[in-house]
């Protein structure tokens, strides 16, 4: 191995060691070329790329090799001959550990579920190549394996496999005999601060359905809510309250004072809770906690009737936590800049057709031809139809999908909507062919059991609104280079229809479903600003040329210089 001082390695030196290693012709070719491929996606010469593991990983995760014309299968050749490459430096554990099991360790492994030994397999080659048999391995063995998953290795989401690897080395301790009784600390991925509801005496709890019963409920009495809640908003309320009855538990409240609502929803303990979540996010005033403000308002004043005074001072702590900002977000606005480009809004648009003709030339295996397809069809849709991923992931064949006299369209009534408005839209032909080539295809390969899911997930249900999110960002980012959430799809066909058509708000408020046109404008205006200046600047420049050019003497300074 070439050595040289760890703080100071860069790609240049990584190419420099192939070239001195004891490598054929073909395999020192590859592994440089894999080497300059990585620095030319990182925009960077090899001199000024360090070879930092953990730094590169991450940025190897943020590149979009579709993107810059690298199929897949050759972005993973690249990746797998440029960590053999950085191995001529230093240590990196490799992609796919081909060592031998013992043995012992097969012998314990046989019988596994496969989700489990796939989980497993990794780590146990490492061990056997370590020559240790399950009797002695030692806490130690399992950390260094950590350490090496984390620091040395190139492949994405070590935290991850790591967490996933202990969840199913946790469950072998318990359940398989013969298996080295040390169980792994497994570290929480997520801040556990919210008390479960146990922690609570039963009366607040009892307390907290009842409200949710309320406000998931409708009568025509004169305190009832307008309209009821949906089952995806009881959850978020239910969870706020947990949240609201932790933060006073964490800042010093005993347990036992909190037996209703009335006991965390004062006007002092709403400024206690607040505060609790504001040291928490660095007195930051992000959304979430004005949400938080806004909904223990209106608990307070609609559902408890507290004085006026009490609901004042709520309104008050509300107004400073919510933004006065109008507009997409800083974050949304910044990942909506490259549809500036109309060569990257024409590749986003002819995504879907790219993908199909991809596919239907793709040798690769059904299940992955057949995921990549739906989320094609799944961007399909949202160019078109910008719809919630909650109505786009519950699409069913026979219920939402409508042919009438040869034209096809989308329909949710009023029930199904978030802001109970319905929606029916006619799917153009182009969105049509690629559903069509989908359902046809492709769907069937997804299918475990009957279902009429456009999207079908587990057990005939339709998929979750979140994995089906996940799944059309991923291919966003493989092939673009962008990245976009499920919601951005609606921020980003409201700015492409505007780039278009400045002004036209009320084309925007139909399709995206909105009630109100204040908020369109609220949330929009502004997003074809780039369009509308171009357009000013256009007429000012067409109407200056057609102004006669001054005299010399006007242009002198004129009269106007004289006393």
Not at 181 to 188: P, Y
Request: hydrophobic residues 40%; contains cysteine.
């Amino acid at each position: 191995m070439h050595t040289i001082a760890p703080s100071r390695q860069t790609l240049a030196d990584v190419i420099s060691a192939v070239l001195q290693a004891n490598l054929t012709d073909g395999q020192r070719r590859d592994q440089v070329s894999a080497v300059r491929t990585v620095s030319r996606l990182l925009g960077a010469p090899p001199e000024a790329i360090p070879v930092d593991v953990q730094r590169l990983r991450k940025r190897l995760q943020e590149l979009s090799p579709g993107a810059a014309g690298v199929s897949a299968g050759r972005w993973a050749n690249i990746r797998s001959l440029f960590g053999r490459a950085l191995g001529q430096v230093r240590p990196i554990q490799p992609g796919r550990n081909r060592a031998p099991i013992s043995e012992a360790w097969e012998t314990l492994l046989t019988g596994l579920d496969r989700n489990r030994s796939t989980r497993l397999r990794a780590l146990v080659r490492y061990l056997s190549s370590l020559k240790l048999d399950p009797a002695s391995v030692t806490l130690a063995h399992l950390e260094s394996y950590r350490d090496a998953l984390l620091n040395d290795r190139l492949r994405a989401h070590p935290e991850k496999a790591w967490d996933g690897l202990t969840w199913a080395w946790n469950a072998c301790v318990r359940e398989i005999p013969g298996w080295p009784a040390i169980e792994i600390t497994r570290e929480s991925r997520r801040d556990t601060y919210a008390l479960p509801w146990s922690s609570f005496l039963p009366e607040l709890k009892a307390n907290v359905d009842a409200f949710l019963d309320w406000r998931g409920g409708f009568d025509l009495s004169e305190h009832s809510p307008s309209r009821p809640a949906r089952v995806s908003t009881l959850k978020t309320r239910e969870y706020q309250l947990r949240v609201a009855a932790s933060a006073l538990v964490h800042s010093g409240h005993p347990i036992e004072s909190l037996r209703s609502l009335r006991d965390v929803v004062t006007a002092e303990n709403v400024f206690t809770i607040l505060n609790f979540l504001l040291d928490r996010h660095e007195r930051k005033p992000v959304p979430s906690i004005g949400y938080m403000a806004a909904f223990l308002k209106y608990v307070a004043d609609k559902y408890l009737e507290l004085d006026d005074a009490s609901v004042l001072t709520l309104k008050k702590l509300t107004s400073k936590l919510l933004s006065n900002k109008r507009g997409l977000t800083p974050r949304n606005r910044e990942r909506l800049r490259p549809f500036n480009d109309p060569q990257t809004v024409e590749a986003f648009l002819s995504l879907p057709e790219r993908i199909r003709a991809e596919l239907q030339q793709s040798a690769r295996a059904a299940k992955p031809k057949a995921l990549l397809a739906q989320a094609a069809a799944a961007i399909a849709i949202q160019q078109a139809i910008p719809l919630r991923i909650s109505n786009l992931a519950s699409i069913e064949l026979d219920k939402h999908l409508i042919e009438r006299s040869g034209t096809v369209y989308l329909v949710f009534n009023e029930e199904e909507t978030k802001n109970g408005q319905p929606i029916e839209a006619q799917i153009p032909d182009h969105t049509r062919t690629i559903l069509a080539w989908y359902i046809r295809e492709h769907r069937p390969t997804l299918l475990n059991s009957p279902t009429n899911a456009l999207f079908p997930g587990e057990a005939g249900r339709t998929k979750s609104s979140s994995l089906l999110g996940s799944q059309m960002g991923k291919v966003i980012h493989r092939y673009l280079g962008l990245r976009m959430h499920a919601h951005l799809f609606r921020h980003a066909g409201a700015k492409i229809f505007l780039d278009r058509r400045p002004g036209e708000y009320e084309v925007v408020r139909q399709v995206l479903g909105h009630r109100s046109m204040q908020t369109t404008t609220s949330i929009y205006t502004g997003a074809e600003t780039r369009t509308a200046t171009a357009h000013f600047a256009s007429v000012v420049s067409a109407r200056v040329k057609q102004t006669p050019k001054p005299s010399r003497r006007a242009r002198r300074g004129g009269d106007w210089s004289r006393p």
